[in-house]
């Protein structure tokens, strides 16, 4: 997926959908293991700090501390995660190319990181909500 | 000489059984800080649908 190719947010029959026009499968053999599902559901939750942000005008960045936790579900109505996405605002300075943020891949019950970068395919997608601090604004 | 190992071995028992009743907590920070996130707010009161496989973790 190219720079250019912004994924389109929609909401229809009670659910979000957030549509790629060209999904490929990460290069690396762990990416495609934990993300071996080509569509997924889940929550998304947000701490206290990160609601002073969201959801607002474009352009306003997050401050330090904000948390935003995605579920990845296996069916809409599941009741536990298979696992957990979680961006969390760092400190100035901590990753410049993608605002600041860590991406975490969390097991579903919380109690294990099983991936933790600053990029990788976590920033692929998230580049493109760069002017909304690397946040897709959800409808 | 008796009692010094009688309570030293009273004292072992005491850090054990307390260690035994202590529930197993996460030392990383960042597990820590996404504890009770269901607590939170839910952006979202609909579940999200993703096509994208490198968001789809």
């Known amino acids: 997926m190219g720079f250019g190719e912004v994924p389109q ?22 990416d ?15 701490n206290d700090l990160a609601m002073t942000a969201y959801p607002t005008t474009q352009s306003q960045a997050y401050p330090v501390g904000s948390i935003l936790v995605r579920e990845k579900l296996s069916q809409p ?9 979680v961006m969390i605002k760092r400190e100035k300075g901590f990753n410049p190319i993608a605002g600041d943020w860590s991406f975490l891949i969390v097991n579903g019950s919380g109690s294990k990181v099983k991936k933790r970068t600053k ?21 | 000489m008796k009692v010094h190992a009688i309570r030293f071995a ?7 059984m307390t260690g035994l009743s202590t529930p197993a907590t996460s ?9 009770g996130y269901r607590a939170w707010r839910r952006l979202t009161d609909n579940p999200i649908a993703v096509n994208n496989p490198s968001f789809a973790a």
């Not at chain 1, 071996?36 to 889940?42: E, K, P, Q």
């Not at chain 2, 009273?10 to 054990?16: I, K, M, P, Q, T």
């Open chain 1, 32 to 46: 495609r293991d934990l993300h071996a599902d080509s569509t997924a559901f889940g929550a998304i939750y947000a």
């Open chain 1, 119 to 139: 990029g990788g395919g976590c920033l692929s997608c998230h580049q493109h909500a760069w002017a909304n601090d690397y946040v897709f604004e959800l409808k």
């Open chain 2, 10 to 16: 009273w004292f072992l028992g005491l850090v054990a």
């Open chain 2, 27 to 35: 030392a990383d920070p960042e597990l820590q800080q996404i504890a």
């Open chain 1, 77 to 85: 109505n599941a009741a536990r995660p298979e696992l957990l996405t």
């Open chain 1, 9 to 30: 947010i929609t909401l229809s029959r009670g659910t979000t959908r957030i549509r790629f026009p060209d999904s490929k499968p990460p290069a690396k053999k762990d």
